[in-house]
């Protein structure tokens, strides 16, 4: 049997519970992609009402469980306060012109910082949105914007 050790935390970090890795950073992806007009390339193309009536037309039925909402992902209620953060931080990125496109630097960690106090935000949330913007500025790399 492997003993359990004890973790302490450190000084000044608030104990958090960890949930299940990811549901920020798509949520972060989603909204990357939104903003850049694009659909997400590592998703199979989804079929939707329309595109079901299309194919019984042409004599295929397509299952409704096959049938999805495009764009739609699940969010924690865990995550719900970082996500409402990262939104209203949604016009506090720091983005350079060039001639081919628009480079996103990251966000204004000043302004971030006004918004969360404003809107009441714990210190805690900082600490997501900070993953949520590695993940979408990975996204805007990924997609060539």
Request: charged share 25%.
């Amino acid at each position: 049997m492997v003993p359990t050790r004890c973790v302490r935390r450190l000084p000044g970090k608030p104990f958090r519970r960890k949930s299940p890795p990811g549901k920020l950073k798509a949520a972060a992806r989603a909204w990357a992609l939104a903003r850049l007009g694009k659909s997400d390339p590592r998703q199979p193309v989804a079929i939707d009402q329309e595109t079901a009536k299309e194919f019984a037309e042409l004599g295929h039925r397509i299952a409704t469980d096959d049938i999805s909402e495009e764009g739609s992902f699940e969010v924690f209620q865990s995550n719900w306060q970082s996500l409402a953060a990262f939104m209203a931080c949604g016009t506090q990125w720091n983005v350079v012109g060039t001639f081919a496109s628009l480079v996103w630097i990251g966000l204004n960690y000043v302004a971030v910082d006004i918004v969360l106090r404003r809107h009441g935000y714990p210190d805690s949330v900082f600490a997501d949105l900070q993953v949520m913007e590695k993940e979408a500025i990975a996204t805007f790399v990924e997609v060539g914007e």
